[in-house]
């Protein structure tokens, strides 16, 4: 299976939110034509509507893929409209939290193949991260071709167990709240130590942002670059010497708010 194969059956979006939507403008700027896809969607945006997919068609009847991007509390409507296509022919493929392989296994069949992913939201502008895995049914070149797919909107990661998508929840797929919060946290902390509202913010955003890319595009591990930058007895020791605190600081706090996000995805799992 390939994008040739993808233009030929089609691919079908269920669900075009802000992560369908995403994933929809990233396969058109990468040259899937609109005539090719499919989407359901019982209220689709102004800009869904305009770019010339087939919306609330009748659908293909063996597509190359279904990607669903339904909120998993409206699943269990959809999906079984879907049933028809299970069997092996389709690949399912799921960005919905929260729902397993055996779910979908148990509405489309067991020999259908399914590959369930994480993304997260920086997918909007290009930069996500998609962790995915297949079930057994589901072959190389059905991973490849999701995977592809799934490349639209940043990078992608595979998984060796299902289970590992709580800990990617808890990472990657909730982090960047955490890191949305620090930028408040630093620039708060900005303007207690005499800054205005505008300068804190401002240098905050720039200086994660910036943190970031550098960590992206240096190739050195982001312990490495704190080393780099931490003079003995300066000032970012000093700042370092709270945030570091095997107790207090950073390090065990985020180890609690990843567990609390694994532990609440396993719940809504279940």
């Given amino acids: 299976m390939n994008m040739q194969d993808l233009e030929e059956r089609g691919l079908v979006l269920l669900g075009c939110g802000k992560m369908g939507s995403a994933m929809l403008q990233g396969w058109l ?25 087939h919306l609330n068609a009748a659908l293909p009847d063996a597509p190359a893929i279904v ?15 879907l049933a028809a ?14 729902t397993s392989i055996a779910f979908y296994e148990s509405v489309l069949g067991g020999n259908t193949p399914v590959v369930r992913a994480m993304p997260n939201t920086p997918a909007a502008v290009g930069r996500g991260i998609t962790a995915l895995i297949g079930n057994g049914s589901t072959s190389e070149a059905q991973l490849a071709l999701a995977e592809a797919l799934l490349s639209a909107v940043g990078q992608t990661l595979r998984l060796e167990r299902e289970d590992q998508i709580d800990a990617v929840t808890g990472v990657s797929g909730s982090g960047p709240a955490y890191v949305f919060y620090m930028i ?8 207690a130590q005499g800054l205005s509202q505008s300068m804190a913010t401002r240098l905050a955003l720039a200086t994660v942002a910036g943190a970031g890319a550098l960590a992206e595009q240096s190739g050195e591990s982001a312990g490495q670059l704190r080393v780099n930058v931490t003079s003995p007895n300066g000032t970012t020791e000093a700042a370092l010497r709270v945030l570091m605190d095997h107790q207090t600081g950073l390090g065990p706090l985020l180890g609690r708010a990843v567990a609390a996000a694994a532990d609440r995805s396993r719940e809504l799992g279940e």
């Fill in 184 to 191: 408040e946290a630093l620039a708060a902390a900005g303007q």
């Fill in 67 to 81: 990607l669903i991007a339904v909120k998993p509390q409206m699943m269990a409507e959809a999906l079984p409209a």
């Fill in 29 to 53: 700027d990468g040259g899937l034509s609109a005539g090719s896809v499919w989407v359901q969607d019982p209220a689709p945006s102004e800009w869904v509507q305009a770019q010339g997919v």
């Fill in 85 to 98: 296509l299970g069997g092996g022919r389709t690949v399912f493929l799921s960005v919905a939290a929260g």
